[in-house]
Each structure stands twice: as C-alpha cells, then as structure tokens.
C-alpha cells in the first residue's frame, strides 16, 4: 500500500492547516475495526508520536495535546484520510506521517520524509 501525504506548510500561531493521505488501496472497505488510518507527527529530537486515528468503524481517537484542535475524518472514498488542524501552536511543528493498518499489515514499511508542519510565532 502507498501512501501519498499533503498539506504541510507554514502557517502563523492560531492559524490552520489541513492534511491529507491516499491510500493506494480501499483500507475502509471491511468494516474490521483493525483496519485503520492515522497521522503521526515528530519534532525534531524528539520521538514519533500519534495524533490522531481513525478506523474502519468512523471511532476516532486523538493524542491529549491535540484534543479539541485537530479533527480526523475520512471521506467519500475508502482510502483517503484529512486530518484538520486549527489553533496550530508552535509545538504542533512537526513532520506529519500517514500511516495505515490493513488486517494484519500496518504501512508504511518505511518511514519516509512525510509532510512538514511549521507554526511560527
């Protein structure tokens, strides 16, 4: 499965930003709860951590520091995720990564560069 990330940018405190990823393939076709997309974000230095998740059933789950300020959805299609971000901080700077579980397959195999998220103050 490959996934293609947009939407980073530069934005200024307080701003928004919207980010997508397409699956190359139906992750929601099966109703599996197992199957799901998400966005994790990491900062420089620091570690890769979750922000936001959604599976197959629409449940939705977020990191405590985003609550309330990101929103994740899914759209029409079945493989395509949005993740809404407003009230962006400077500590939401980040490189955002899409990531997908497919039964028992999670992608990507391999980290790549992701999307850059910037807020400056």
């Known amino acids: 499965v490959q996934l293609v990330e947009s939407g980073g940018g530069l934005v200024q405190v307080g701003g928004s930003l919207n980010l997508s990823c397409a699956a190359s393939?139906?992750?929601?076709?099966?109703?599996?709860?197992?199957?799901?997309m998400a966005w994790y974000r990491q900062a420089p230095g620091e570690r890769r951590e979750l922000a936001a998740e959604?599976?197959?059933?629409?449940?939705?789950s977020y990191a405590d520091s985003v609550k309330g300020r990101f929103t994740i959805a899914r759209d029409s299609t079945l493989n395509t995720i949005h993740l809404q971000m407003n009230s962006l901080k400077p500590e939401d700077s980040a490189a955002y990564y899409c990531?997908?579980?497919?039964?028992?397959?999670?992608?990507?195999?391999?980290w790549g560069q992701g999307t850059k998220v910037t807020v400056s103050s």
């Open positions: 393939r139906d992750i929601f076709r099966s109703s599996a709860v197992s199957n799901r």
């Open positions: 990531y997908a579980r497919l039964g028992w397959h999670v992608y990507p195999k391999n």
């Open positions: 959604i599976t197959s059933d629409g449940t939705t």
